[in-house]
């Protein structure tokens, strides 16, 4: 695990809270951090390389630039956890795929270009597998922020 | 065929989703990152800015912003909690369960009854199960008799991550 300093757990707390928009943003929050423009930017490039961050940049409303998702779940036999795992990861639609520890062990989020594709992917997997797939898409979001201290 | 959706052909013009296409991997780190994706997507900085400013009013762009890996942070217990919630209340007691600071995530999702008897999921993040427990026994409060039943679901194994993208103009 990378070791963090007091400036990187400050950076990775106030960059979650977002970066203005502004001509030189990074000097603005180099300034509230009390560090230079050029140290946040180094700071940030390492915190990136080393996957402390899995990201950084604008956070996209996915379903509100038209695209659908949805959350599937599925009870897995364990013997056949991993063959299963190569069915469901090889569709390109599949964009995460977690295993979890319960009867349904395998939590995967499908993304695709248009509402109907859900169904049909989904449909898709049940087929190749012959398992059951229970579609889970989000109905409501509550409250989104993020505000894990690091 | 165009792979940009058709919502996103109605709801941003052509140079919003340039700049989408050119950022949605990364915002440059640059000390001007706004010149930066400007070059890339034949504009001017201001005019980028502009862009991201009407974006972040619409909802479309959330914010710009750090996305954290909670195991590299030292989150060691992932945990999808599910609550199966009153439904004449879920609403009301999803905003205060999403409120609460160490939950991340927190949605309304279909039950597949009887299967699935579970309407809330809210995502806790604890270093170790025990704190991740007591986050949990936070929440079990806060439902109180509207909730009727709740389980846990550690996360064991990333199986995939590819996170999401859009295609882009070129792409099928």
């Given at each position: 695990m990378p070791e963090l300093d007091a400036l990187d757990r400050a950076i990775v707390n106030r960059l979650q809270a977002g970066l203005p928009v502004s001509e030189r943003p990074y000097a603005e929050v180099a300034a509230e951090l009390e560090t230079s423009e050029a140290v946040l930017l180094e700071r940030l490039q390492r915190l990136l390389d080393e996957r402390v961050l899995t990201r950084f940049g604008p956070l996209y409303d996915a379903e509100r630039l038209g695209g659908a998702f949805a959350l599937c779940a599925m009870a897995v036999p364990e013997a056949r956890f991993d063959a299963v795992a190569e069915q469901v990861n090889?569709?390109?639609?599949?964009a995460h795929n977690y295993r979890r520890e319960?009867?349904?062990?395998m939590w995967f989020v499908l993304a695709t270009e248009?509402?109907?594709?859900i169904e049909r992917i989904a449909d898709a997997v049940r087929e190749q597998t012959g398992l059951p797939v229970y579609v889970m898409p989000k109905e409501r979001e509550y409250h989104l922020r993020l505000k894990l201290e690091a | 065929m165009n792979a940009v959706p058709d919502d996103l052909r109605a709801g941003l013009d052509d140079l919003d989703r340039r700049i989408v296409l050119a950022t949605q991997a990364g915002l440059p780190l640059v000390p001007r990152p706004f010149r930066a994706v400007a070059e890339q997507v034949g504009a001017d900085e201001a005019e980028v800015m502009r862009r991201f400013r009407r974006m972040q009013a619409t909802g479309i762009v959330r914010r710009i912003g750090a996305v954290p890996n909670h195991y590299a942070l030292g989150y060691r217990a992932n945990g999808m909690s599910v609550w199966d919630v009153d439904d004449a209340q879920v609403d009301a007691l999803g905003e205060q369960v999403g409120a609460l600071?160490?939950?991340s995530h927190c949605y309304r999702r279909p039950r597949h009854l009887p299967h699935w008897p579970y309407n809330l999921f809210a995502m806790v993040h604890g270093r170790d199960r025990e704190e991740a427990e007591r986050q949990i026994a936070v929440i079990a409060q806060l439902l109180g008799a509207a909730c009727r039943g709740h389980d846990v679901l550690y996360s064991t194994r990333i199986l995939k991550k590819t996170g999401l993208r859009f295609a882009g103009p070129d792409r099928d």
């Open positions: 090889a569709l390109p639609e599949v319960h009867r349904f062990n248009q509402p109907d594709d | 600071d160490f939950v």
